[in-house]
């Protein structure tokens, strides 16, 4: 069976899926969590050994994460570092999976190759 990851965007699935091709995503699309997400996760429960939520480290992340865990006990969330996630840009920085390193992302992710 494969291991599902709940991320907040397109950016991030495509990311993960660098080092994990074989999981299965939830794409929240933001911090969305409907009807239509809530079925996408109970899908993934249901296909995956294991379920991960792999938000961004910011304030929206949190906020996502805890409703999900909140509505899920049994999923986890891998906390990703914010200094191994950051961008920096144009004076102001940005914190993002879709912004951390290949090789962090295999050190931190189960199932990663």
Request: aromatic share 8%.
């Amino acid at each position: 069976m494969m291991t599902g990851y709940i991320v907040e965007g397109k950016s991030d699935c495509e990311k993960v899926m660098n080092v994990v091709p074989d999981a299965h995503f939830v794409i929240l699309n933001g911090v969305s969590f409907k009807q239509k997400e809530r079925r996408a996760i109970e899908e993934a429960i249901s296909i995956c050994h294991e379920v991960f939520i792999l938000t961004d480290p910011d304030e929206a992340g949190d906020m996502i994460a805890k409703k999900i865990m909140d509505t899920y006990p049994g999923i986890q969330r891998i906390k990703i570092d914010p200094s191994r996630a950051k961008n920096s840009r144009e004076s102001r920085c940005r914190y993002g999976v879709e912004y951390c390193s290949d090789q962090y992302l295999r050190e931190t992710l189960p199932g990663a190759n």
